[in-house]
């Protein structure tokens, strides 16, 4: 059975880091592609960042641009989401999510990954 668990959310102040980690079990993990994904409360999910199986430089969503960066160790079976100059905007649950089979024009749908971890949460206040 996959399972992704996530780890490393928290409060933080304005201008602050985090660094948010995923565990992957039960499948292949270097055969999937992975994301990370947040939803706010009153908001739907949102696609914040993705790698590709077949590498290549990863995808981020606007808001997050230059701030966040994602990556995976395939030896360890964990992807990270490493989250810099926080803003109280990106206050949300954060998920991370794997599958197969995405392409890139659709990888910000929430619809198109098949295994998700339960979220953890990030605050960041002003």
């Known amino acids: 059975q996959v399972q992704l668990v996530e780890s490393g959310g928290g409060s933080v102040q304005a201008g602050g880091s985090l660094r948010l980690s995923c565990a992957a079990s039960?499948?292949?993990?270097?055969?999937?592609?992975v994301a990370w994904f947040r939803q706010a409360p009153g908001k739907k999910r949102e696609g914040v960042a993705v790698?590709?199986?077949?590498?290549?430089?990863?995808y981020y969503g606007d808001s997050v641009k230059g701030r966040f960066t994602i990556s995976r160790d395939n030896a360890k079976n964990m992807m990270y989401l490493q989250m810099n100059s926080l803003k109280p905007e990106d206050t949300a649950m954060y998920y991370c999510?794997?599958?197969?089979?995405?392409?890139?024009?659709?990888?910000?749908?929430?619809?198109?990954?098949?295994?998700w971890g339960q979220g953890t949460q990030v605050t960041v206040s002003s």
């Open positions: 999510a794997a599958a197969p089979s995405v392409y890139i024009r659709s990888w910000a749908q929430v619809e198109v990954w098949d295994y």
């Open positions: 790698m590709f199986i077949r590498g290549g430089s990863p």
């Open positions: 039960g499948y292949t993990f270097s055969s999937n592609n």
